[in-house]
């Protein structure tokens, strides 16, 4: 399930490092931890949807090992970031 397009920009500008970043950990971050959320209550609506389990895994994955690369080069950046977007570390 992609992001709509007006939330996709609006994580993009609030977790920007500079003026043209799309790239980064933190917009990175950011945007899979929508794409988690989201996958989150569709599963709780469907529970036997085994194919968005594995994707919710495989994202779930990749989001934890960006947040370990952030942790281990930036670590106040890390921490900020974990506060504003509500995770538990």
Do not use: A
């Not at 950011?30 to 599963?43: A, E, M, P, Q």
């Not at 194919?51 to 989001?63: C, D, F, W």
């Amino acid at each position: 399930m992609p992001l709509d397009k007006n939330v996709k920009e609006q994580l993009i500008e609030k977790y920007r490092v500079t003026e043209n970043d799309t790239g980064s950990s933190e917009v990175q971050i950011s945007l899979l931890t929508s794409r988690i959320n989201s996958l989150t209550d569709h599963l709780r609506n469907n529970k036997h949807d085994q194919s968005s389990k594995r994707g919710l895994l495989k994202l779930v994955g990749t989001r934890r090992k960006l947040l370990r690369y952030l942790r281990s080069t930036n670590p106040d950046r890390y921490i900020t970031l974990i506060n504003d977007l509500g995770l538990r570390k």
